[in-house]
């Protein structure tokens, strides 16, 4: 099976910081990871995702790194805003029609 | 202004009556998912739909039921067989399988007393 668990459930930072959300995963036959914010009483939307040929993958103010041989899974936010705050989560694709969540950290920016 | 749209956003219900939660999408997403979120837990996937009239069951599908009809539409009931169906139910497509990104609805909380 597949277990995939987040470091922290909660992480605060201050407005114009960097933030970095962790997620492990268990299974090293996992090859697509992604990466979703769900901000209160909201369905999740998607961020950013990275197939397992990449270890690296830039968006608009995030990154995601991931790294196989630890099975680790990071999200970098630059310069944080108020907006970002909310619940981040993983999910895991593993095998064809397995796609595993974490249960998410939330992000507090202070302002 | 294509997405997904799920209703009603809170539904209240009795213990022992079926209820259906509404999904609808207009995406043209071949695939359709039910998740339900509990707290400090993750998305556990209830049901999903790859195409039209077919379905799979998830990982927590006892005590739900779903039909695909329509491409647009994948409505979940939760029978009064779920043991403890009070939770946030989420409704996502994706235009292929599992694999690909998946675009989810802003949710139903269902809360049954």
């Known amino acids: 099976g597949e277990s995939v668990g987040l470091h922290l459930p909660t992480l605060s930072v201050q407005e114009g910081d960097n933030s970095i959300i962790n997620c492990a995963y268990s299974?090293?036959?996992?090859?697509?990871f992604i990466w979703y914010k769900q901000e209160s009483g909201k369905g999740p939307q998607f961020i950013i995702d990275i197939r397992s040929n990449m270890d690296k993958r830039q968006g608009q103010r995030v990154t995601v790194l991931l790294n196989k041989t630890v099975k680790h899974l990071s999200l970098q936010i630059a310069a944080t805003q108020p907006g970002d705050s909310a619940v981040y989560f993983c999910a895991v694709l593993t095998g064809a029609n397995n796609l595993f969540f974490g249960t998410g950290t939330r992000l507090t920016v202070i302002p | 202004d294509g997405g997904i749209t799920q209703s009603p956003k809170y539904l209240f219900r009795k213990e022992g009556q079926n209820v259906t939660l509404s999904c609808e999408q207009n995406l043209n997403h071949d695939a359709m998912y039910w998740y339900r979120q509990d707290p400090g837990q993750g998305l556990r996937l209830i049901y999903y739909?790859?195409?039209?009239?077919?379905?799979q069951k998830g990982d927590i599908a006892e005590g739900y039921s779903v039909s695909r009809e329509k491409k647009e539409s994948f409505p979940l009931t939760v029978t009064s067989a779920q043991k403890n169906p009070t939770a946030f139910y989420l409704c996502?497509?994706?235009?292929?399988?599992?694999?690909?990104?998946?675009?989810f609805g802003p949710g139903t909380r269902l809360t049954v007393t």
């Open positions: 739909s790859q195409i039209v009239n077919d379905f």
């Open positions: 299974n090293s036959a996992s090859d697509y």
């Open positions: 996502a497509s994706s235009i292929g399988p599992i694999s690909y990104e998946q675009y």
